[in-house]
């Protein structure tokens, strides 16, 4: 089955600064990406998604990279604020599966 | 519309204890999953439903039974708690029987057992 390993699992930024985080997938036939963004105490919730005919998606400070030969994938947010202050999952899946499979999730903090 | 909703919130159980965890969508979605949500694994898929009437099993289904009792609801069975169950659980959802697309989570209910 598929397996999704994603660092780093906290990353501590000053605000204003840029985030990235990284996601490995091990299926080649994984072609569709999310991204969720859980606040504390709340549920998951897609900040964005991409999917495998695609290799770059952008959504204002928040944008998605793939790269499907290193089969990897990143998140970048721009211009951190303290309200970027989350956990974040990556997900991976397949059309055949109907299923998500997440990385262990990085624990986001943006300092004021 | 409410979404996804999910009850009871939070629940105490003693080891061997039974009790049914309750996921309800109002979206007219298709599949509807369930996850456990443990510190630093992430989630990880106990059981999903691609349509009324089916079940899979995920990724850690031993220990659960699901059913799926209509379109709206799929209900989370625990017939003998233990411990390492202790975990919160998420229901979702999401309009597609297959292929991938945005799932849509509850809020969660959180689950201790002594």
């Known amino acids: 089955g598929e397996n999704v390993e994603q660092h780093p699992s906290t990353l501590s930024v000053q605000e204003g600064d840029s985030a990235v985080i990284k996601c490995t997938y091990s299926d080649s036939a994984s072609n569709y990406f999310p991204w969720y963004k859980q606040e504390l105490g709340k549920r998951p919730q897609l900040i964005i998604d991409i999917r495998s005919n695609v290799g770059e998606k952008k959504d204002q400070r928040i944008a998605v990279t793939l790269n499907k030969t290193a089969k990897h994938f990143s998140l970048h947010i721009t211009e951190t604020q303290p309200e970027d202050s989350a956990v974040y999952f990556c997900?991976?899946?397949?059309?055949?599966?109907?299923?998500?499979?997440f990385g262990g999730g990085t624990r986001l903090m943006v300092k004021p | 519309n409410a979404g996804v909703t999910q009850t009871p919130k939070f629940q105490v159980l003693k080891t061997g204890q039974s009790m049914t965890l309750q996921c309800a969508q109002d979206m007219n979605h298709n599949s509807m999953y369930w996850y456990r949500q443990d510190p630093g694994m992430g989630l990880r898929l106990i059981y999903y439903?691609?349509?009324?009437?089916?079940?899979d099993k995920g990724e850690v289904p031993n220990g659960y039974n699901v059913s799926r009792l209509n379109k709206r609801e799929f209900s989370l069975r625990l017939e003998s708690a233990a411990p390492s169950q202790t975990s919160v659980y998420f229901c979702?959802?999401?309009?597609?029987?297959?292929?991938?697309?945005?799932?849509?989570f509850g809020p969660g209910t959180r689950l201790t057992v002594l």
């Open positions: 979702a959802s999401r309009p597609g029987t297959s292929g991938s697309g945005e799932q849509f």
């Open positions: 997900a991976a899946s397949n059309n055949a599966g109907n299923m998500l499979t």
């Open positions: 439903s691609a349509s009324e009437g089916t079940t």
